[in-house]
């Protein structure tokens, strides 16, 4: 009974900068870590970052230092700032969170959005 809704997806050149939003809505009572992944063509869907309740964040080694992970748990939204752009980083980007449904937590995965990082 809830969804996760990615924004922010689109074409961006190389060097670029890019946005990405993911709001959770529906009946939820909680949330526990929000995490955004990846999945290339041909590829396994790969962790890029990840932030638990506390705060703190993990990055996977090929964006660390040019992506940005944040939550607002106000707006029970998580964001991936995305700097420097490079082609490689060309995927289907989904957000995933813990959520609380009823009485379990249970992971939950947004439908998607693609970024193209064009040369």
């Known amino acids: 009974q809830v969804q996760l809704v990615e924004s922010g997806g689109g074409l961006v050149q190389a060097g670029g900068s890019l946005s990405l939003s993911c709001e959770a809505s529906?009946?939820?009572?909680?949330?526990?870590?929000m995490a955004w992944y990846r999945q290339a063509p041909g590829k396994q869907r790969e962790l890029v970052a990840v932030?638990?309740?506390?705060?703190?964040?993990n990055y996977a080694d090929s964006v660390k230092g040019r992506f940005t992970i944040s939550r607002d748990n106000a707006k029970n939204t998580v964001y991936l700032q995305m700097n420097s752009l490079k082609p490689e980083d060309t995927a289907v980007y989904y957000c995933?969170?813990?959520?609380?449904?009823?009485?379990?937590?249970?992971?939950?995965w947004g439908r998607g959005t693609l970024v193209t990082v064009s040369p």
């Open positions: 995933n969170a813990n959520v609380g449904v009823m009485n379990r937590f249970v992971d939950v």
């Open positions: 529906g009946s939820f009572f909680g949330i526990n870590a």
């Open positions: 932030v638990p309740t506390d705060g703190t964040t």
